[in-house]
């Protein structure tokens, strides 16, 4: 799987709109772009995924650049429960062998009040 | 749907003992997944079954460490002869696709 690069740290503001970067020059035209998010004692949660078209759901929005060598997780309204570690991981679809996850370092989101 | 389920969310053991770590997927889940987290080394993918057969083992240790999935409704991950750098947090995840829906994890200290 290819390779993502995300800023180590982001602040934020409790009801700002958050854009969180994502770099992958290297995909592959069958890789997926996935979000997780995990808080300190709990598991990592899934967040969004998109392969080409940008997609929404009720936690995010995943805007996909045309050459889908970049992407950007956009918050709306975050709240103080939004602040985690946000990672961006590329994965293969219909992997019919290994479909392993591999986390990188990710972007820590601060929220204040 | 109460998500992936992991027992026990802690547990202690001493240098030497054995340590049997427990997952239940989300039902109809065809796909399980063992993942171990660290502050070192991060979150690192351990092994994985589809179907109740494994699939792919390539980050589970060599020795002392093994999982088996004898039913679609749970998984373990024993650990024998436990060390104190096998303390970490032990994450599953289960799919039925694409997706990994990843349960709360289980925390493991060895002493």
């Known amino acids: 799987d290819a390779k993502t690069t995300q800023p180590d740290s982001m602040e934020s503001t409790e009801g700002e709109t958050v854009h969180l970067p994502c770099s992958h020059a290297?995909?592959?035209?069958?890789?997926?772009i996935y979000w997780y998010r995990q808080v300190p004692l709990q598991g990592p949660e899934y967040v969004t995924h998109?392969?080409?078209q940008n997609t929404t759901n009720s936690m995010a929005f995943l805007a996909i650049a045309s050459d889908r060598k970049s992407s950007t997780l956009i918050l709306p309204h975050v709240s103080l429960r939004d602040a985690a570690v946000y990672h961006c991981i590329l994965r293969v679809a219909n992997q019919g062998g290994s479909a392993k996850l591999i986390f990188g370092e990710g972007t820590k989101l601060t929220v204040s009040s | 749907n109460a998500g992936v389920i992991q027992t026990p969310r802690h547990k202690v053991t001493g240098k030497g003992q054995e340590a049997t770590l427990w997952c239940e997927p989300i039902?109809?889940?065809?796909?399980v997944f063992w993942y171990r987290q660290t502050i070192v080394q991060g979150l690192e993918f351990l092994t994985y079954?589809?179907?109740?057969?494994?699939?792919?083992d390539s980050g589970m240790p060599k020795e002392r460490f093994s999982a088996q999935m004898p039913n679609q409704s749970h998984s373990t991950l024993k650990i024998q002869s436990t060390q104190p750098q096998d303390s970490a947090v032990y994450l599953c995840?289960?799919?039925?696709?694409?997706?990994?829906?990843f349960g709360p994890g289980t925390r493991l200290l060895v002493l």
């Open positions: 995840a289960s799919s039925l696709e694409d997706t990994q829906y």
């Open positions: 998109g392969l080409q």
């Open positions: 079954f589809r179907n109740q057969a494994p699939i792919d």
């Open positions: 290297t995909i592959s035209g069958n890789e997926y």
């Open positions: 039902s109809g889940h065809s796909a």
